[in-house]
């Protein structure tokens, strides 16, 4: 069985500040890494993903994350937040092939202060 | 225009009520989900179809039953209720692996069940 460990649970920072949020997976097999953005009251949005290749991976809104497969680990980072970043993050993984399920950290709130 | 469509939007119904929250996608993808978040933001995936097909079917009480008329929509309907359900519902939509590439799923906007 998959499961997605995210340490932080609740994150404050002040504009500039850069981030980093952490992920760890668990999965034997090849794997699919995704984070999703969920604003307040809106639907989860796809910030980026990984498939195989270059382990770091740029997404949208200048977010970025890194695959470390000797740590089991999928990051994301920015360099410098907003306060339009203050968000819940949610990281998934799935097995590749068949195995379509999505399973999901427990989230980190990010909350960045003006 | 909407890719995947939730509807309510809201949900407010008392314990012990049969209720239905119905979930379209344009996106001509052939695999749909059901995800529960509860209170503290969790999210679980509850049942997957892939072309009208039931592929992942989670633990969940049998009052929840997920309907599939045809790849484009994924309506959830629940029986008897209890307060427990209360949480948001979420659809999701993706396109098959391929390559062994799960592809991004697209999420619905969220039906938010209240319990009184």
């Known amino acids: 069985a998959q499961s997605v460990s995210q340490h932080n649970h609740h994150v404050i920072l002040s504009e500039a500040a850069s981030l980093e949020l952490g992920c760890n997976y668990s999965?034997?097999?090849?794997?699919?890494l995704f984070w999703y953005v969920q604003y307040p009251g809106q639907h989860l949005q796809l910030l980026l993903k990984y498939f195989s290749g270059d382990p770091l991976v740029k997404g949208i809104k200048g977010f970025e994350a890194e695959f470390i497969k000797s740590k089991f680990s999928f990051n994301l980072r920015k360099p410098s937040v907003q306060w339009s970043d203050t968000a819940e993050y949610f990281c998934a993984v799935n097995g590749g092939g068949s195995a379509r399920q999505l399973t999901f950290g427990s989230g980190t709130q990010l909350t960045v202060l003006p | 225009d909407t890719a995947v469509s939730q509807t309510p939007k809201y949900l407010v119904t008392q314990m012990g009520n049969d209720k239905s929250i119905k979930c379209e996608q344009n996106l001509g993808h052939d695999t749909m989900y059901w995800y529960k978040q509860d209170s503290k933001k969790f999210l679980k995936i509850m049942f997957s179809?892939?072309?009208?097909?039931?592929?992942i079917n989670e633990t969940v009480p049998n009052r929840f039953s997920p309907k599939s008329p045809d790849k484009a929509h994924l309506n959830l309907h629940i029986n008897s209720l209890e307060l427990g359900d209360s949480a948001v519902y979420f659809c999701?939509?993706?396109?098959?692996?391929?390559?062994?590439?799960?592809?991004?799923?697209?999420f619905g906007d969220g039906t938010r069940l209240s319990i009184l």
């Open positions: 179809y892939n072309n009208k097909e039931l592929i």
């Open positions: 999701a939509s993706s396109q098959g692996a391929h390559g062994g590439r799960n592809q991004p799923q697209h």
């Open positions: 999965y034997g097999g090849t794997v699919n």
